[in-house]
């Protein structure tokens, strides 16, 4: 399976996670993000894109997860139905951050809070299967100027 994120040029050489809190980690724990798509990775990025904004400094990371991996997946009416409202970052960082202490997936498919029925997968860089997850390639990309921040 291949998934995507997109990172500034200076981060796409390697799959490295920096260990910033976010939806489904807490401060500390490493996860890298990626998406099911381009365009989720895009809107992502969007999204939570701050002093960088949207220039010509980024890059794709299209990424390869071999099949034979297993995947653990949130499903998505298993959740709070105020799950994606920010307030709620605790409910899901217990439940990435409970995912990466377990070390039993390499994976965690997540459903996206940006756009229903579509997913973002984690990758766990410190699972004993990370060195199978690799880079397939690195792709320049440029936002469109019509999207602002």
């Not at 996670?17 to 401060?27: E, F, I, L, V």
Request: glycine residues 4%; hydrophobic residues 35%; charged residues 25%.
């Amino acid at each position: 399976m291949k998934v995507y994120r997109i990172t500034l040029n200076k981060w796409s050489k390697d799959l490295k996670a920096s260990g910033y809190p976010g939806r489904w980690n807490s401060k500390g724990i490493f996860v890298i993000y990626t998406s099911s798509s381009r365009a989720l990775a895009s809107l992502e990025n969007v999204v939570h894109r701050t002093s960088e904004g949207l220039n010509s400094l980024f890059s794709v990371i299209v990424i390869d997860i071999p099949s034979q991996l297993q995947i653990k997946e949130i499903n998505q009416s298993k959740l709070p139905r105020d799950w994606f409202e920010y307030d709620n970052y605790s409910n899901c960082q217990e439940i990435g951050d409970q995912w990466i202490n377990e070390a039993k997936y390499p994976v965690l498919r997540v459903p996206s809070a940006i756009i229903n029925k579509e997913y973002n997968f984690l990758i766990n860089p410190n699972h004993k299967h990370f060195g199978k997850i690799k880079i397939k390639k690195v792709e320049s990309f440029k936002f469109d100027p019509r999207i602002k921040t």
